[in-house]
T-cell receptor, first 114, second 114 residues
Framework: AQSVTQPDIHITVSEGASLELRCNYS??????LFWYVQSPGQGLQLLLK??????LVQGIKGFEAEFKRSQSSFNLRKPSVHWSDAAEYFC????????????FGAGTILRVKS | DADVTQTPRNRITKTGKRIMLECSQT?????MYWYRQDPGLGLRLIYY???????NKGEISDGYSVSRQAQAKFSLSLESAIPNQTALYFC?????????????FGEGSRLTVL
């Protein structure tokens, strides 16, 4: 069965510090991978996506993620966190073969301390 | 105006009542989805529809039904609401021309069942 694991439920970082959010997946088809962000009271906004090609993908708001097939991982990174990055982050996996139905991880809540 | 609009945004109801959540989209997408979000569980797929005549159950369809009234409209119904259906519900769409795999989300409908 398809699954996505985000091992960290909560992460707290200081403003200006670097960030890495972990995501591991198990998926039978050739996956494409997403990171979404949800600010309090808001819907989900796409940060970045990986379909194929270069395994390091750039997204909005200075985020990037690296696809590592050998580790079944798609970790999200940001070199310097801003207070406005505090939100919940979701990793998701899907495939065209499965009709774009995305399977989501449980989410990681990011807190930023000043 | 939002491309994917959900109504109502907030609803409090009582056990046993019938509830309908509505979703409309202006993106011209063929595919529509209903997800529910629970803390610590991420988003789980309830139902999805690839076109007006195509309705499919998702991971957690028990206790729910849907109607695809038109390409742009997809409603979720709870025939007899129960407290464990208290959650944040999201409608999403995706396109096939081109098929980018990305889901576009509404802002969510928060349902509380007392």
């Amino acid at each position: 069965a398809q699954s996505v694991t985000q091992p960290d439920i909560h992460i707290t970082v200081s403003e200006g510090a670097s960030l890495e959010l972990r995501c591991n997946y198990s998926y039978g088809a050739t996956p494409y991978l997403f990171w979404y962000v949800q600010s309090p009271g808001q819907g989900l906004q796409l940060l970045l996506k990986y379909f194929s090609g270069d395994t390091l993908v750039q997204g909005i708001k200075g985020f990037e993620a690296e696809f590592k097939r050998s580790q079944s991982s798609f970790n999200l990174r940001k070199p310097s966190v801003h207070w406005s990055d505090a939100a919940e982050y979701f990793c998701a996996v899907g495939a065209r073969e499965y009709g774009n139905k995305l399977v989501f991880g449980a989410g990681t809540i990011l807190r930023v301390k000043s | 105006d939002a491309d994917v609009t959900q109504t109502p945004r907030n609803r409090i109801t009582k056990t046993g009542k019938r509830i309908m959540l509505e979703c409309s989209q202006t993106k011209g997408h063929d595919r529509m989805y209903w997800y529910r979000q629970d803390p610590g569980l991420g988003l789980r797929l309830i139902y999805y529809s690839f076109d007006v005549k195509d309705i499919n159950k998702g991971e957690i369809s028990d206790g729910y039904s849907v109607s695809r009234q038109a390409q742009a409209k997809f409603s979720l119904s709870l025939e007899s609401a129960i407290p464990n259906q208290t959650a944040l519900y999201f409608c999403a769409t995706s396109g096939t021309r081109p098929n980018t795999g990305e889901l576009f989300f509404g802002e969510g409908s928060r349902l509380t069942v007392l």
